[in-house]
């Protein structure tokens, strides 16, 4: 019986160090300040946005549903740069359609030659 009452004995002086030592080195657990009126966790690269990056968007929720202005900031940065990447592919393919008429020209030279 006095080592069963030794070991509880022992076993809550040991839970109760860890648990200062917790403590201690990790605060309290105040809560976080909140964010300013304008600020939002939603993040997207500069540029180059992948299809990753999107899947990864996660947005505040506030009272009647997303915080707005988070979900129109990330539209407009999608739209933005949809927008860029079909001007590269319509520079692109107008390059290609050049590089063909000038492989044709120069083909029709040869030949007349």
Request: charged residues 30%; proline residues 3%.
């Amino acid at each position: 019986m006095q080592t069963l009452l030794l070991y509880l004995v022992v076993m809550v002086l040991v839970i109760g160090a860890v648990f200062a030592v917790v403590w201690f080195v990790f605060g309290r657990g105040e809560d976080l300040p909140p964010l300013e009126r304008d600020a939002t966790l939603t993040r997207l690269p500069r540029a180059g946005v992948a299809g990753d990056d999107v899947r990864a968007l996660r947005f505040a929720l506030v009272a009647r549903g997303y915080k707005q202005s988070e979900v129109d900031w990330a539209l407009e940065k999608l739209a933005r740069e949809i927008d860029e990447l079909r001007m590269v592919i319509v520079d692109l393919q107008g390059r290609d359609a050049n590089d063909f008429s000038r492989a044709d020209t120069d083909a029709s030279r040869a030949e007349d030659v």
